[in-house]
Nanobody, 124 residues
């Protein structure tokens, strides 16, 4: 059974940084994408960043490019999202996701495995 568990969320002032972590267990696919998504209050879930095996570069939403960095440690089955220069509009529940069959790395519906989320709140 695939299980993803996020951690590292919290409250931070605008301009600050946070690092989110996601530990993955029970995932045996050799080729896959993993991504971070977020859902602001009252809005739909959106793709933030993704990284795929065999792909040259990670994928980022325009709104976070240059501020967020996604990385993966395959040996530890970990996915990370380092967020800097945080803005109040980054406030959301952040989720990690994984799937072996992804065509659009930042599209929510392309992923079948999800964590429960970790809250990030950025105050002005």
């Amino acid at each position: 059974q695939v299980r993803l568990v996020e951690s590292g969320g919290g409250s931070v002032q605008a301009g600050g940084s946070l690092k989110l972590s996601c530990v993955v267990s029970g995932y045996t696919y050799s080729s896959y994408c993993m991504g971070w998504f977020r859902q602001p209050p009252g809005k739909e879930r959106e793709g933030v960043a993704a990284i795929c095996t065999g792909s040259g570069s990670p994928y980022y939403a325009i709104s976070v490019k240059g501020r967020f960095t996604i990385s993966r440690d395959n040996a530890k089955n970990m996915l990370y999202l380092h967020m800097s220069s945080l803005k109040p509009e980054d406030t959301a529940m952040y989720y990690c996701a994984a799937d072996p069959d992804v065509y659009r790395p930042l599209t929510t519906s392309d992923y079948n495995y999800w964590g429960q989320g970790t809250q990030v709140t950025v105050s002005s």
